[in-house]
Protein backbone atom coordinates (compact mmCIF):
# COMPACT_ATOMS: atom_id res chain seq x y z
CA UNK A 1 0.00 0.00 0.00
CA UNK A 2 0.77 3.94 -0.74
CA UNK A 3 0.46 5.89 1.98
CA UNK A 4 0.12 9.68 1.05
CA UNK A 5 0.09 12.90 3.73
CA UNK A 6 -0.17 16.44 2.55
CA UNK A 7 0.40 19.31 4.61
CA UNK A 8 0.48 23.20 4.01
CA UNK A 9 -3.20 24.04 3.29
CA UNK A 10 -4.86 27.12 4.80
CA UNK A 11 -6.22 30.44 4.20
CA UNK A 12 -4.44 32.76 2.35
CA UNK A 13 -5.05 36.47 0.34
CA UNK A 14 -5.68 36.71 -3.08
CA UNK A 15 -2.35 37.33 -4.70
CA UNK A 16 -0.18 35.40 -2.58
CA UNK A 17 0.88 32.35 -2.23
CA UNK A 18 1.23 29.05 -0.45
CA UNK A 19 2.93 25.89 -0.56
CA UNK A 20 1.94 22.29 -0.24
CA UNK A 21 3.83 19.17 0.39
CA UNK A 22 2.73 15.71 0.30
CA UNK A 23 5.29 12.70 1.65
CA UNK A 24 4.95 9.34 0.44
CA UNK A 25 5.38 5.97 2.36
CA UNK A 26 7.34 4.40 0.05
CA UNK A 27 9.97 5.00 -2.36
CA UNK A 28 9.07 7.68 -5.01
CA UNK A 29 11.38 5.84 -7.04
CA UNK A 30 8.39 2.99 -6.87
CA UNK A 31 5.91 5.13 -7.85
CA UNK A 32 5.05 5.94 -11.39
CA UNK A 33 3.37 8.89 -11.38
CA UNK A 34 2.54 11.78 -8.86
CA UNK A 35 0.45 14.57 -8.68
CA UNK A 36 -2.43 17.28 -7.11
CA UNK A 37 -6.02 17.34 -7.75
CA UNK A 38 -8.52 19.07 -6.03
CA UNK A 39 -12.20 19.72 -6.11
CA UNK A 40 -14.36 22.92 -5.27
CA UNK A 41 -17.98 22.61 -3.38
CA UNK A 42 -20.27 21.47 -6.05
CA UNK A 43 -18.09 20.23 -8.64
CA UNK A 44 -16.01 17.72 -10.10
CA UNK A 45 -12.29 17.05 -8.92
CA UNK A 46 -10.07 18.18 -11.67
CA UNK A 47 -6.40 18.02 -12.50
CA UNK A 48 -4.11 20.67 -10.83
CA UNK A 49 -0.55 19.19 -12.00
CA UNK A 50 1.47 15.70 -12.26
CA UNK A 51 5.21 14.83 -12.38
CA UNK A 52 6.29 11.40 -13.90
CA UNK A 53 9.02 9.41 -12.09
CA UNK A 54 11.14 10.63 -15.38
CA UNK A 55 9.95 14.26 -14.41
CA UNK A 56 7.72 14.80 -17.09
CA UNK A 57 5.25 17.20 -16.02
CA UNK A 58 1.17 18.91 -17.11
CA UNK A 59 -0.47 21.32 -15.57
CA UNK A 60 -3.94 21.84 -15.90
CA UNK A 61 -5.25 25.11 -18.03
CA UNK A 62 -6.51 27.14 -15.38
CA UNK A 63 -2.95 26.86 -13.05
CA UNK A 64 -0.30 27.11 -15.88
CA UNK A 65 2.32 29.67 -15.34
CA UNK A 66 1.09 30.19 -11.78
CA UNK A 67 1.70 26.72 -9.74
CA UNK A 68 5.50 24.81 -10.29
CA UNK A 69 5.33 21.04 -9.27
CA UNK A 70 8.39 19.47 -8.29
CA UNK A 71 10.03 16.60 -6.00
CA UNK A 72 12.56 15.63 -3.61
CA UNK A 73 13.76 12.19 -4.07
CA UNK A 74 15.07 12.18 -1.18
CA UNK A 75 12.68 12.96 1.04
CA UNK A 76 10.22 11.04 -1.11
CA UNK A 77 8.48 14.22 -1.02
CA UNK A 78 6.20 16.19 -3.86
CA UNK A 79 5.46 19.61 -3.73
CA UNK A 80 3.48 22.05 -5.45
CA UNK A 81 4.06 25.55 -5.19
CA UNK A 82 0.99 28.03 -5.93
CA UNK A 83 2.00 31.66 -6.57
CA UNK A 84 -1.27 34.38 -7.61
CA UNK A 85 -3.47 32.68 -5.70
CA UNK A 86 -7.24 33.39 -6.90
CA UNK A 87 -10.68 32.78 -5.27
CA UNK A 88 -11.45 30.17 -7.77
CA UNK A 89 -8.37 27.85 -6.55
CA UNK A 90 -10.11 27.33 -3.25
CA UNK A 91 -11.07 24.42 -2.76
CA UNK A 92 -9.90 20.69 -1.11
CA UNK A 93 -6.63 19.55 -2.96
CA UNK A 94 -5.62 15.67 -3.22
CA UNK A 95 -2.40 14.13 -3.48
CA UNK A 96 -2.32 11.45 -5.96
CA UNK A 97 0.21 8.41 -6.79
CA UNK A 98 0.17 5.75 -9.63
CA UNK A 99 2.44 2.74 -9.23
CA UNK A 100 2.41 -0.06 -10.91
CA UNK A 101 4.51 -1.73 -8.31
CA UNK A 102 2.10 -1.61 -5.81
CA UNK A 103 -1.25 -2.42 -7.80
CA UNK A 104 -3.77 -4.75 -6.63
CA UNK A 105 -7.42 -5.49 -7.54
CA UNK A 106 -8.31 -3.55 -4.97
CA UNK A 107 -6.78 0.11 -5.75
CA UNK A 108 -6.01 -0.35 -9.32
CA UNK A 109 -2.58 1.05 -8.98
CA UNK A 110 -3.89 4.53 -7.71
CA UNK A 111 -3.58 6.05 -4.38
CA UNK A 112 -5.13 9.49 -2.92
CA UNK A 113 -4.18 11.52 0.61
CA UNK A 114 -6.60 12.36 2.57
CA UNK A 115 -6.82 16.02 1.57
CA UNK A 116 -6.13 19.70 2.71
CA UNK A 117 -8.03 22.77 2.41
CA UNK A 118 -6.83 25.73 0.71
CA UNK A 119 -8.98 28.73 1.15
CA UNK A 120 -8.35 31.69 -0.98
CA UNK A 121 -10.01 35.04 0.16
CA UNK A 122 -9.77 38.12 1.66
Known amino acids: QVQLVESGGGLVQPGGSLRLSCATS????????MGWYRQAPGKERELVATITRANNINYGNSVKGRFTISKDNAKNTVFLQMNSLKPEDTGIYYCNARSALYESASNGGTFWGQGTQVTVSS
Open 26 to 33: VNIFDINQ
